[in-house]
């Protein structure tokens, strides 16, 4: 590294004090190399010191344009939905997109002047900017009145970890509602809010959307900004809309998506224009004839998406039927096979525990050109403490002693094999959506699981095993960055109680920054069925 300066700083680090340091690395210098070192790591030490306030370059809300008021958590928390109550709007909106509609945050997404748990007590954190698509939303007229709940740390699929209690499923109390997205998806289906923000990083949007029956779109990686809000791994983080119907998907998506100067997710040039239109190419599609709504549109069945372990059959046949439906609306469907989707989920779980565990439990996002939450990253060190640890729920936890075990063991090195893999997965899927307009399956391999008993102490390995292969068609496309929709297409029986009905849903993927292509598979699907009357049950 070269010196950009070199003066003689008031306050030297001594050799005394940059001896241990050296140690703890496993050096040792000679007496001559640790008087250089103590005196470039003295200037080293200046610059630190001569820094300007980093403060001054924060994008702080303008609160007389978009004030707050009501900040309470509520003692009705929505069967575990709500986290934190507030009121706040634009009062000079800059379009009526989303005009009167109500909005939940995601409770990993920042707010200035609200708590941000995400899900967790590790550490206390009110942040005091806003995330970019929440002010989007205020500038489209949208009334933004609470956070949801979402789970421990935003590393789990059931809805029972997050610090705010259990999240039951809408159509069950007592199952889950999915995660880590859990508040959200409950808040929607109840009616409870208009609209609801998620985020995804394994199948955080389309996990609860499936499960609650409500239609969860996890965008192209980059469409949305992901500013503001706590990160995963940026390589996986998506933040996306999750609604009521399709329609409402496609607006919300138009008034959050392009980019916003800060986050390096997102291309430098291209996402303008009509490329951010979604309503009216949905709307124009919705005005034809049924039977030629999906004219020309080529649909893949992803074979290998149908093969998961562990795979509900009442799932399988629900998402059968509604596949076999897109043909009376004009689309050509026929299979397809992407051999590599069977190995992605494992690059997925090899992958994720360095990079996550140092950028979403210790903050750390080196490397990254955004903007770095730094007043709750210190309040995080290098490495977690007991007590911080013990705050984790099943999955963050997991992760934690994953990350420690492979930076140990591994190191770069397993990393960089797994990103290099990654790219054949994507190039792979590339190649099926060159044949094929868009690619489906079912959302999740099952319905929603039991949740365990709210005092039950289970360990990390009893309650994990509830959701083993619950990500397997979700997780895939977090890597490979392409759009994926969830969409409601019926109810099947519950596994634990065949008596219990709950909702399962198809994943629509397209190719990337063609959401739009995704938005009118499932519109068209929308209009014709009514999902809530189809019930699948094997004998």
Known sequence: MSVVQLGTPQNRVTEEELRPVLAEAGLELSEPLLGDFSTLISSLEAAIASLPDGKNVLPYPDLTKYPR?????????EMGAWATKVTAKCTNPTNDLLKGRTVALKDNMAFAGVRCTNGTSMVDWVPKIDATIATRVMDAGAIIVGKAACENSCLE??????????????????YSAGGSSSGSGRLVA???VDLAFGCDQGGSIRIPSSSC???????????????????????????????????????FLEAIAGPDGWDDRQPPFGLEGERLKFVSPVDAMLTQEPSGMLKGVKIGVLTEGFEVPGQDPNVVSSVQSAIENLKSLGARVSPVSVPLHKEAPLLWTCGLPLSGGRQSLLGDMDGRKQLHLTDRAELVGSKLTQTQFDALGPGASNMYVGYLWIQEKYGAKLQGKVMNLLKATSDAYDKALEEFDVLVMPTLPYPPPQLPEPDAREGPLSFLTRSIGLVSNTCPFNNSGHPALSLPVGFVPAREDSSVKLPTAMQIVGRKYADIDCLKVAAAWEKMFDWKTLLRQHE
Do not use: F
């Not at 239609?215 to 933040?239: M, R």
């Open 69 to 77: 008021t009501d900040i309470h958590i509520p003692e009705d928390n």
């Open 157 to 174: 699929g059931m809805s029972g970890t997050a610090v705010t209690g259990q999240t039951h499923n809408p159509y069950a109390k007592g």
């Open 190 to 192: 109840t009616g409870s």
């Open 213 to 251: 029956g409500i239609v969860g779109l996890k965008p192209t990686w980059g469409l949305v900004p992901y500013t503001g809000i706590l990160s995963l791994d940026a390589t996986i983080d998506h933040a996306g809309p999750m609604t009521k119907n399709v329609r409402d998907c496609a607006l």
